[in-house]
């Protein structure tokens, strides 16, 4: 049985969006040999992977956001391997070629507190982080985790509701009785909004308790204003509890930085 490819669906998309763009410029007279000529190579997708191995040994689990907007002529586009992704049918064998490389987060010793914050698609590696933890706690002792999530609405795009409540509850990985803690931010749900740094600064002295105790940072989702939000609110947080000025809480994670201990991935 046959199935289309990424790459037909893409040469296709791709035609569709250059006819249409000669449509809304008629005066453009292009030559067939030009158009097919200026097709480009397909480009590589990258997700981190939000499943751990040990639980699952013999699957990958990608969160993917299919991707949406408006063109400046108000024609609605849609990402092309997200759409691709959602539309596949799971009771059909499709084959999809993929490839491994090595991320950006490296995967924590059980023994390493952690602080995550991961809003969006960015809770994705650490869905993988909990899984490993939750396994490892059966046979060893593990350090604390802490995880700082946010999305836009609750009833809308809460990833993993169940999941992360499941671990923050009975001594799970992300609970409070076990030195942990997990905590949303729904930026869209009340009239002024609320994003992670928000829930940082909130509990800044369980954030500055467990930096004390040697955790580490690690930082996931889009690469447009969060990470760089979250940095700052990471200093204020540490020159606020520390009683040290904020030059000094600069350079202090400046320090876990070069210690391997705050790690950022972040996509546009």
Known sequence: MHFPSVSVHYLAMFFILVIQVLRDFPSVNMPFEWLVQLVPPLKTRAFSISSSLSAHPKQVHLTVSVVTWTTPFKRKRSGLCSTWLSKLDPELCIFVPVWFIKGSLPPPPPSLPLILVGPGT???????????????????????VVFFFGCRNEENDYLYRDFWLSHAQDGGVLSETKGGGFYVAFSRDQPQKVYVQHKIREHSERVWKLLSEGAAIYVAGSSTKMPSDALSTFEEVISKESGAPREAAVRWLRALEKAGKYHVEAWS
């Open 122 to 144: 960015g809770c994705a590696p650490f869905r993988g982080f909990v899984e490993e933890r939750a396994i490892q706690s059966a046979t060893q002792e593990i350090a604390p």
